[in-house]
């Protein structure tokens, strides 16, 4: 007996639902799991996917650069802000190959249009833990700006950087009254209290000579 032509339509959908259910799965964790790390973030970060993205910028190599300086400069302003994140992700574990970010950051702290860009790009330059000319002198300029939110995060980004005794630009010098209110209400055997009055300290020494 002939199987009925709706039998043989009902096992090539039952078949091809099957593929379907199995396939994708499947196609996915190849994908993750063998596609350049570039490509996987390119992803993220066109979806929006923060805390994808943030995990593979982690992990992610030098081809992971190109990617996020392209998506700092988008023009969505929740994807620059997402990029943000990731890019903080990628300059903490990998401190050696950051400067073009660094550069990045530093760039939408001073010039973007967004409020909320801005305070996250200057949160984010935290990140850095190694001397930077750029990252102190841009703190340096936004200690001026007009925003009180932009000043603080400044101020805090740069108070950070001395209290982790980092070689910070001599030119800092010119706002230490602005940074000696930290003192007051610290506790002075902390450690980065103790290397924010040993800088204070040699900057009245200079001031001195």
Known sequence: MKP?????????????????IIGTPVALFLF????PSSWILRLELQNQLGRMAYDTSCSAGPEALPVLQEYL????????????SATGAYIGSHQESSQPLITALCNLALHDK???VRLHAISTLRQVF???????LS????????????????????LI???????????????????????ETADPDNCAVKNLKTFLEKCDAAQDE
């Not at 993750?32 to 596609?35: N, T």
């Not at 400069?73 to 943000?84: K, S």
């Not at 703190?139 to 740069?158: D, G, K, P, T, V």
Request: with cysteine; hydrophobic share 40%.
């Open 4 to 20: 009925s032509k709706f039998y043989l339509k009902y096992n090539r959908s039952g078949l091809g639902c099957l593929l379907l």
């Open 32 to 35: 993750w799991h063998l596609a």
């Open 73 to 84: 400069a988008h023009q969505n302003t929740n994807t620059r802000f997402i990029t943000i």
């Open 114 to 116: 967004s409020l909320k």
């Open 130 to 136: 190694h001397p930077s000319t750029e990252v102190d």
């Open 139 to 158: 703190a340096l300029e936004l200690m001026n700006h007009q925003s009180e939110a932009i000043r603080f995060e400044a101020r805090e980004l740069l």
């Open 161 to 183: 950087r001395i209290g982790r005794g980092i070689e910070v630009s001599p030119e800092l010098c010119t706002i230490r009254e602005q940074l000696k209110p930290a003192l």
